[in-house]
């Protein structure tokens, strides 16, 4: 036996299927999936095969020829789920499983139409990353595992389905009132970027190879929010290489989706709070396309290796704004990711495990890891290699780890090794052990820094002996500049600080939820009144954690406002998407009285 993903049942001694014929049934008035999923081996198997479920109910294991096949659920364990173990027959080319999903399923938020923005038609989406996909589909549940799949899903007829799929048509489902929609995905993928959404859903064509996917309420806004996109791929494919995916669509998603982004492959799932309407927030779609390169082609072979998908991805994000625009506003985005990195760093405290790139997951959920440590630890280890051996020289090392790790999932070890083989040195030079193998921040990471970054954080560092920025500097700035410059603001400001703010950069009514957030953390935690119904409407409506976080920590600041911050939660907290929730529940726990 020889388990080496903490988070999956996965054995690598047993065989494990190429293509996986997935037929889902999607039922709203149950919130719930039926489901059978076809297992299709390139050679003939037997014997043990377990897969990773997590409250699903299994109806029959059988063979391609109908014979049942012996099937035992082990006991729930918290993190994992619970293990089913097949007895495959000799002779094994197929195997089929029928289930149903649980209404509690974490992969699958059921959206009612008020939760819309059409308000009429029910919705669903699903995040499986990180350990989420064994809530929809009992499989090997381990990034090691890649299979690719089909897809036929039947939805009630007036919606539409998409996935991390190409499509494959339609066709009038089994039932009265329904439709078939059918995808393809010919690649190679783990688990973690299967996923589903059906709802009331159009489309616009961005480009030959991409199009934007929304409620038709929001998708006018969309198309203009990413029409630079095929750009934006140019961009990618000169630093990285050809773009793997065919397509490249997107969808956006109603409020609660508690991430910005999901790279799932050849359809990133996105927040709509990135629709600022101004163009300011489609890095978010920049980083998801960067994964097409760093996470969907190389990928991380567990949860304890996530700093290379992550890591790499911000590497590549960052490179490529600096392509489309300047170095300039590339060092305002490290100078926005050293906030994340310190803000992680404290929350976990500077000698945390979970503050090492190389983490050991073992009995953690990785939900409760999240953090933007893997993220920005991580593409500072990746700018301190490139700037140790130059620009050159590391791209050309680019180019050969995704050529050499193309559709394989690996570790960091494997990732080391390829380092030394072909920047021999390196590592021992810059101390990479010490960078994946212990806590906190090394004191050789890469700085960066420009004139207008220092103008920021001087003029907020001033705040309190009196600096305000000219009315030409606030027209100056970019929205990024503006998000640097309050971050670097006292946590807590009187009321005449908080007036002047908001009075001279119109900071409750902007549409950049970065800068709205950051502003109403500053005023929640200042207990500044004027922005409490402002807060309450952007925790009714948006779900994405990143915002939630800040939010209901600082809400947790004062009496009033911790009385509030309850209030609202125990209004609208039980239509949070699950992990939203959680997160929630776990800031309030820390709420002293
Ligand atoms: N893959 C992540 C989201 C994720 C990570 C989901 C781990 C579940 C478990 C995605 O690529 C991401 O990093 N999203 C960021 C975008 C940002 C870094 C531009 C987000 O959601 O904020
Ligand atoms: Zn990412």
Known sequence: MSRLDPHSYFDTEQPHPQHLLLRLSVDFDRHQIQGQVTFQFDAETAGHLDLDTKGLTIQSVQTEAGKPVPFELGPEEPILGRRLRLELPAGTR???????????????????????????????????????????????????????????????????????????????????????????????IPAYLIALAVGNLESRDLS???????????????????????????????????????????????????????????MTFLTPTVLAGDRSLVDVVTHELAHSWTGNLVTNASMDHFWLNEGFTVWAERRILEALHDSASAVISWAIGQNALDESIERFGADSPLTLLRTDLRGVDPDDAFSSIPYEKGARFVTLIERTVGRERFDRFMRNYMDRFRFTSITTEEFLDFLEQKLPGTAGRIEADRWLHQPGMPPNAPVFRSAALEELTTLARGWESGARPTQDQLRRWSPNELLVYLQHLPRQLDRASCAWLDSNLKLT??????????????????????????????????????????????????????????????????????LSRRVVESIQEQYHD
């Open 208 to 266: 030959p190879r991409s199009r934007v996917w929304a409620e038709p309420e929001t998708v006018e806004a969309a198309a203009w929010e990413f029409a630079g996109v095929e750009e934006t791929i140019l961009k990618a494919e000169a630093l990285f290489g050809p773009y793997e995916w065919q397509r490249y669509d997107m969808l956006v998603l109603p409020p609660s989706f508690p991430y910005g982004g999901m790279e799932n492959p050849r």
């Open 509 to 578: 009514s902007r549409g950049n939820y970065e800068i709205l957030v950051e502003w109403l953390t500053i005023a929640a935690g200042s207990d500044y009144e004027a922005t409490f119904e402002r807060i309450q409407q952007v925790l009714s409506r948006v779900g994405r954690m990143k915002y939630l976080r800040p939010l209901y920590t600082a809400l947790g600041k004062h009496p009033r406002t911790r009385a509030l911050a309850r209030e609202i939660f125990a209004a609208v907290g039980p239509s949070y998407h699950n």
């Open 94 to 188: 197929q195997l089929q499983v029928a289930y149903t999903t649980s209404p509690e399923a974490v992969a699958l938020q059921w959206l009612t139409p008020a939760q819309t923005e059409g308000k009429r038609h029910p919705f669903l989406f699903s995040q499986c990353q990180a350990i989420h996909a064994r809530t929809m589909i009992p499989l090997q549940d381990s990034p090691r595992v890649r299979t690719s799949y089909t897809a036929e899903v039947t939805i009630p007829a007036a919606l539409a389905a998409v996935m991390s799929a190409g499509p494959a048509g339609t066709r009038p489902g089994p039932t009265a009132g329904t439709r078939t929609f059918v995808f393809e995905m010919p690649q190679p």
